[in-house]
């Protein structure tokens, strides 16, 4: 007798379960994605339409009133046919005339995403740099709304470092836009203990917060983490691996003013990270000195002579910050229920 085949163990059949959830999720987004674009694409070429028969006819803007009345008239299961609907179209083909970049870069992000840029960015280049990013880190419309108001294209690659001396060019460009200046710390409430281990500790306790802040690539290796260098141990305060630069990161946190003397410690820190844990697959280690604050030349004075890369940045936490920031920036939760809120986001538009 042919033995019966057995139902699959528990634990195995759990995880088979598990990656099939995953795959199909995997594709839902993607399917949702792509009706997206199209549904982009088609809102700029109704606001194109109506723009160019604005300038070259002279229809008024009581076109799109009547457009909104008819079209949804003859299309009554689509959401998208309102007036202030149809005025982001005309605004939306106005601020990107080229359609190659909505192709691009705009469409490779929802409707409504794009509404917020063109309620809150002037600039077409930093409106196409939030673009990018949200495409990167998956940012949810209010994520996206909030990083802007923090001023995040302001921040990025602002940090004074010295690695176009130290680094080929193409790598120190990349390495020059992972550093952000300033660093915001909204999420620690340190009172009146600002030493160095009362801000690593906060950090560690907010360990997901920080690594947003930090942004995409950076996985926590340890803090204090030990490195040993003829027979003697020194440990560093934060030590993270880079995902996409291939490298490991070095954290040194000072509580008050830049000083000299912490370029030096920090060349010995990325050096005995080189020769002790470095591998033949990772770029060369790089240092970030965070500091309460700083005087841009004697950063550069102080980094002039160092041979490993390093970068200099200040922090803020949320009592140095301005009103409207502390109030505008994201807790954890806030942006744990942002992210659980991109794909009905999508739904809603393709809706």
């Known amino acids: 007798m042919s033995k019966q085949p057995s139902f699959p163990a528990g634990e195995d059949y759990v995880i088979f379960l598990q990656a099939l959830k995953a795959r199909i999720r995997t594709a839902q987004v993607r399917a949702a994605l792509a009706v997206s674009q199209e549904l982009v694409m088609l809102y700029w070429q109704i606001g194109r339409e109506i723009l160019s028969r604005q300038q070259q006819q002279g229809w008024g803007t009581k076109v ?8 949804q008239q003859e299309f009554p299961e689509m959401k998208g046919f309102s007036v202030r609907n149809l005025t982001y179209m005309r605004a939306f083909a106005e601020a990107y005339p080229d359609e190659a970049i909505v192709q691009q870069v705009a469409a490779q992000i929802p409707w409504f995403h794009n509404c917020v840029l063109l309620d809150k960015v002037k600039s077409l280049e930093e409106r196409l740099w939030y673009a990018q990013r949200t495409v990167e880190q998956g940012w949810s419309r209010n994520v996206l709304g909030l990083q802007i108001e923090s001023d995040l294209y302001q921040r990025q690659g602002e940090a004074i470092t010295n690695f ?26 340190l009172g009146d203990e600002r030493s160095e281990r009362a801000l690593e500790r906060a950090l560690i306790d907010h360990i997901r917060d920080f690594l947003l802040e930090l942004g995409v690539g950076f996985a926590f290796l340890g803090s204090q983490y030990p490195i040993e260098v003829s027979g003697k141990e020194y440990r560093l305060d934060l030590l993270f691996y880079h995902a996409q630069l291939h490298c490991y990161v070095v954290i040194d946190l000072k509580a008050g003013e830049f000083e000299p003397e912490f370029s030096g410690k920090m060349n010995f820190y990325v050096a005995a990270v080189d ?9 060369p280690t790089i240092g970030i000195i965070l500091c ?20 200099v940045s200040t922090f803020q936490l949320a009592t140095n910050l301005p009103e409207r920031l502390q109030k505008s920036l994201p807790t954890v939760e806030q942006l744990e229920t942002e992210l659980d809120a991109a794909i009905v986001d999508l739904a809603q538009e393709i809706g």
């Open 164 to 189: 176009n001396q130290v680094l080929p060019q193409s790598q120190s460009d990349l390495m020059q836009q992972v550093l952000k200046d300033p660093y915001v710390f909204d999420f620690l409430t």
């Open 292 to 311: 309460k604050s700083k005087d841009k030349t004697t950063v550069e004075y102080a980094l002039q002579g160092m041979q490993k890369p390093i970068g």
């Open 275 to 283: 020769n002790l844990l470095r591998t033949d697959r990772d770029d």
């Open 64 to 71: 799109i009133s009547r457009l909104a009345k008819d079209l």
